[in-house]
Nanobody, 125 residues
């Protein structure tokens, strides 16, 4: 079992930065793919980024490539999402997700087993 708690969301002006954190409980973090997704009202949850457990291979959505950076600290059971150059269209609830084991780089929402409660990010223009 993995429990996830996100933090770091807030209100920021366009062009600003935020760093989201997701702390995981349980021993499975070091063998878990960790992902970030986001969702706006009336829309499906959207893939943002993922980091593979075995070698920290990373993938990003095209919409955030070059602006967002995902990282993980296995000693702290924490995954981060550094968001720079924020745009109003980045406004969403951001969710952390975990999938234990496997080798594929995981982008699809339905492949993740555990989810956090979400943290709101609002970017004003």
């Amino acid at each position: 079992q993995v429990q996830l708690v996100e933090s770091g969301g807030g209100l920021v002006q366009a062009g600003g930065s935020l760093r989201l954190s997701c702390v995981a409980s349980g021993r499975a973090f070091s063998t878990s793919h960790m992902g970030w997704f986001r969702q706006t009202p009336g829309k499906e949850r959207e893939f943002v980024s993922t980091i593979r457990w075995i070698d920290s291979m990373i993938a990003y959505a095209d919409s955030v490539k070059g602006r967002f950076t995902i990282s993980r600290d296995n000693a702290k059971n924490t995954v981060y999402l550094q968001m720079n150059g924020l745009k109003p269209e980045d406004t969403a609830v951001y969710y952390c997700a975990a999938k234990i084991g496997g080798l594929a780089v995981v982008r699809r929402e339905n492949e993740y087993t555990y989810w956090g409660q979400g943290t709101q990010v609002t970017v004003s223009s």
